[in-house]
């Protein structure tokens, strides 16, 4: 269920991609899962239809949904496909910093500080 608040500070269009987005990485929403039309979902929201227009292609150009021409927009395997080559990715990583000798702690706060994030207290 998408919900939009009118009172949020954050734009709709990105109330409405942060939703579906969640939704699909979260896997509410199948690969393969055909959304719907921006015309029907506009409505049924209550925005604008260039509003969801906008939403739909920041999800596109991050590789979540793709739009098959006339036949609609459906959730894409991309988006599946990056969740496997980021676990790859982190199995490699434990495999360098075992084999380095660093802790998992500190491996953990290497990944946090790349990511841009620091740990809490």
């Known amino acids: ?3 939009i608040d009118a009172a ?5 269009y990105e109330q409405l991609r942060a939703q579906l987005a969640r939704q699909i990485q979260d896997r509410t929403l199948a690969v393969g899962t055909r959304l719907p039309t921006i015309r029907r979902l506009a ?7 260039n ?3 906008r939403a739909y292609r920041e999800l596109e ?3 979540l949904i793709e739009t098959r021409g006339r036949a609609g927009s459906y959730v894409s395997a991309a988006g599946e496909q ?3 080559q980021a676990h790859r990715a982190a199995g490699q990583y434990a495999a360098i910093t075992t084999s380095l000798g660093i802790d998992p702690t500190e491996a953990i706060q290497i990944v946090q500080a790349a990511l841009g994030r620091t740990p809490g207290p």
């Open 43 to 49: 409505a049924d929201l209550g925005l604008a239809v």
């Open 8 to 12: 949020s500070p954050t734009p709709p």
């Open 1 to 3: 269920m998408i919900v």
């Open 82 to 84: 990056a969740r496997e």
């Open 61 to 63: 150009e991050a590789g």
């Open 51 to 53: 509003t969801v227009g």
